[in-house]
């Protein structure tokens, strides 16, 4: 895991967004292959083991949506002209089996970092590209990415709202299903088996900055 995405990270416990700490127990050219992160408003500790950082057991069940697993990537091009991103920096959260672009998105979006959550099986981390697994949410904090692309498996009520939760105001959440909907995101486009909202500007939502 990328050393400055610290900054972004979300304790699971339920309370407001506050800054974790890490305790680094092995580290490479910036990224964290082993140690330790802890919540400091309720004591929650996290292991990174071979570079992902855990938030807690993930329902593989969920993978079982996934039906065949030898598909072939997402379209990363088709990715990066929904997310609509211009110019280089911060983050874009890549969530289940959107994962699978990651190689191919990254050289598109350049100087970029991804973050994906809950990766299927065959999908590593590189330099630019991190990993985290958690059971039910996005361990970052609100409105701190500048793009999420959702995982046809899990075009749910649950991930899709912590999608809206997750990125910035009007910036985008790319979903590769026909389903779902998300509170505070407007759809712009669809084509089969994808659709792009954006977040309104607007948005007041809980804990929204
Ligand atoms: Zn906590």
Redesign the pocket.
């Given at each position: 895991m990328f050393i400055e995405l610290t900054d972004l990270l979300r304790?699971?416990?339920d309370?407001a967004d506050?800054h974790?700490v890490v305790a680094t127990g092995e580290m490479r050219n910036r990224r964290i292959t082993r140690g330790m992160i802890g919540?400091?408003?309720?004591?929650?500790e996290y292991w990174v083991e071979k570079g992902v950082a855990r938030f807690g057991a993930t329902d593989r069940t969920e993978m079982t949506d996934d039906a065949d697993r030898t598909a072939a990537a997402p379209d990363a091009a088709a990715i990066h002209a929904f997310l609509g991103l211009g110019g280089p920096g911060g983050y874009v959260a890549l969530v289940g089996t959107a994962t699978r672009a990651a190689h191919a998105l990254g050289q598109l979006l350049g100087d970029v970092h991804l973050v994906g959550i809950n990766a299927p099986d065959g999908v590593f981390p590189d330099t630019m590209f991190s990993l985290l697994e958690s059971p039910g949410f996005i361990p970052l904090r609100t409105a701190s990415v500048r793009g999420v692309v959702v995982g046809g498996e899990r075009a749910n009520e649950k991930w899709l709202s912590e999608a809206a939760r997750v990125v910035l105001p009007g910036q985008r959440i790319v979903v590769l299903s026909d389903k779902g909907e998300a509170p505070g995101i407007e759809r712009m486009a669809s084509g089969p088996g994808v659709w792009v909202g954006v977040k309104r500007e607007t948005g007041k939502g809980k804990g929204e900055k």
């Open positions: 304790c699971a416990g309370h506050g974790l919540c400091p408003v309720c004591n929650a």
